[in-house]
């Protein structure tokens, strides 16, 4: 019996049980687009590195912000943009993915309050093996600044 | 025929020959013909918040064209900011020949009010316009440019499909480029250069 339990905690403290998918992953420049005051969604992008033998595949993002969050894809049909959600992003074994402008990209539908340029947003990634990993995406503004306009 | 009729008119023809290649060097066309694979365009009005606008107004300017919708929430900013980051390019005289019209091609839930807040935070240059469903889709048409409202999402709301090509017009109202989704800013720069020289 003692045996038994010691067998299950050692089981459950292993580095195999503990060890998700999530720890294989880096992200690097997470970012979320900052959108016209009246946009009711925007994206948030940022490369996904596998650094695991096994491929991976990030199965959702949640955000506090946003009433949904979808992953999302564009294709691009004889010059027709056509956005569609997605229901898994698959990172390759010792691969990258880029969620870019254009292509992949996690999708924040339904802000809840509008954005402001320099916020972070804590973004959740979940990964097939039900492991997940905190994102915090800076809010930037792309392109020009006002700034810079006033030339 | 005599033979020496015949000699006569070969040394006419050859001194017309040499003569058309020593004197005639005709200046090079002043415009380029038109490229196959643009549309026709042509002018259109349509509502922005501060009344109709229509493409003849801005005769003697070039104007980039665009498609898309207020709700769009990566094609069309994508664009917009590659706009502006082109208009930027442009000295200030060349600027101030310069208009961007962005057509919604989402009249449903794209207010004239809503298109000028969008178009703004991309750029004081772009104005927002939108019209009946009839009118959008006549001047779609005409410029090629295609559109199809998705079905509602699980999230609320709707996606609209579009094509998402920069329309180029002269100053004289004609569609002489056509650039497609993901163009660098400088190219759409240099593109609106060499609409302003025509």
Known sequence: ??????????????????????????????????????????????????????GIRLVKASNPLSRTTELHNHFNDNGVM?????????????????????GLHVMMIGLQTPLREGDV???????????????????????IRPAQRQR | MSNRALAYVALLLASMVAGLAIFWHPAPAERPLPTPGLPAGGDFTLQS?????????????????????????????TALITVADALEQLDPVEQERVAVIFVSVDPARDTP???????????PRIVGVTGSEEDVEG????????????????????????SADIYVVDGDGRVVDKLIHGTIAAKVA?????????
Do not use: W
């Open chain 2, 139 to 162: 001047i779609a048409q005409a410029y090629g440019a295609f559109y199809a409202r998705q079905p509602d999402m699980e999230g609320g709301g709707y996606v609209v499909d579009h």
């Open chain 2, 49 to 77: 918040v501060d009344g109709p606008v229509s493409l003849a107004d801005f005769r003697g300017k070039v104007v980039l064209v665009y498609f898309g919708y207020t709700y769009c929430p990566d094609i069309c900013p």
């Open chain 1, 121 to 143: 947003i804590p973004i959740t990634l979940t990964f097939d093996d039900g492991s997940d990993m905190l994102v915090n995406a800076t809010v930037v503004r792309q392109g």
């Open chain 2, 113 to 123: 009010e809503r298109l000028r807040e969008y178009a703004d935070f991309f750029h």
């Open chain 1, 1 to 54: 019996m003692k045996k038994s339990l010691l067998l299950a905690l050692g089981l459950a403290f292993s580095s195999s049980a503990l060890a998700g998918a999530s720890t294989h992953v880096t992200v690097a420049d997470p970012y979320v687009r900052l959108s016209p005051p009246s946009a009711l969604a925007t994206a948030a992008y940022m490369v996904l590195k596998n650094n695991g033998e096994a």
């Open chain 2, 190 to 198: 240099q593109s609106i250069r060499t609409a302003l020289r025509l």
């Open chain 1, 82 to 102: 056509k956005m569609r959600p997605v229901a898994a992003i698959d990172i390759e074994p010792n691969g990258e993915t880029a969620l870019k402008p254009g």
